[in-house]
């Protein structure tokens, strides 16, 4: 049987060894607060490997399912959900946006393009603002709008970041509206060349995630010193990729952007400095 400690270290080592920049931002909260965040994180994780992995999509969505009914059952010997089970009992975590990041999984089964913007933030909401809604009680609080925000925006990021694998899973994040509006076609993307347009179309991208970013930003005003910390290092490294990624003038296909460690303490430490 899994018990409470065997289980959070589990979800630690499994933030460190996982998340790109998750872990670095946790570092500076108290161990309870970091053990909630990284449970979480173990849970979205899981959620992401079912969606991506290499399973038929009928037994993906059985799995995907099986999810919903399992956040409301015990937790039974599974680290992840003793985990989370634990930091649901301490924190507030709403079960609502559990269930959301469930439904954004089950949604990349079915959907493959988003015709708007409007369609893309309504998928965004659920597999990165439901995350942030669901930290936000660790946190402290704060007004949830603001944490889904900043989690379209960093959502906004990772798609820019991975347009190239997102086509090899055959999906397109970029709406379909915009693609023609700039004169890319989609197929263009397979080619792994970066033309005019599309630099000219993740440009604009960039930039719409940089609004979303800075009024997210408006929640650390809302929340205690550790926990402001740890919220704006995570947008610090997820600003130094996007910068990275138009210094590069959008080439999105070279691979993704690399943060140094030594880089992202920079980041963490900036923060502590100010």
């Given amino acids: ?3 409470t400690a065997e289980a959070y270290a589990e979800v630690e080592r499994l933030t460190r060894r996982r998340a790109r920049n998750f872990a670095y931002g946790i ?26 992995g290499e399973l038929r999509v009928e037994e993906k969505r059985a799995r995907l399912e099986e999810l919903h009914v399992l956040l409301d059952s015990p937790p039974g010997d599974d680290f992840a959900l003793v985990a989370l089970a634990d930091a649901r009992g301490r924190y507030p975590i709403p079960a609502a946006a559990l269930h959301a990041f469930v439904e954004g999984g089950l949604q990349d089964l079915e959907v493959t393009r988003y015709a708007s913007f409007e369609d893309l933030c ?18 402290g609080g704060g007004d949830p709008e603001l944490a889904e925000t900043l989690g379209v925006a960093l959502q906004l990021i990772n798609i820019i970041r991975d347009v190239a694998e997102d086509w090899s899973l055959g999906r397109v994040y970029l709406p379909t509206e915009e693609l023609a509006a700039f004169g890319v076609a989609e197929e263009e993307i397979g080619t ?60 999105v296909f070279a691979g993704p952007p690399h943060l140094s460690p030594f880089e992202k303490l920079r980041i963490v430490g900036g923060g502590l400095w100010r």
């Fill in 1 to 3: 049987m899994t018990t």
């Fill in 27 to 52: 570092m500076v909260l108290p161990r309870p607060k970091r053990r909630a965040i990284a449970a979480i994180y173990a849970f979205a994780r899981r959620v992401d490997d079912i969606a991506d």
């Fill in 192 to 251: 792994g060349i970066m033309t005019p347009q599309l630099q000219a179309l993740l440009g604009f991208q960039a930039a719409r995630a940089r609004v979303h970013l800075e009024d997210g930003l408006h929640l650390l005003d809302q929340l205690d010193r550790r926990s402001a910390l740890c919220v704006g290092a995570f947008a610090g490294l997820y600003r130094a990729t996007l910068d990275r990624i138009e210094a590069s003038g959008y080439d």
């Fill in 122 to 139: 309504g998928y965004c909401r659920l597999v990165a603002g439901a995350v942030g809604v669901a930290c936000l009680p660790v946190y």
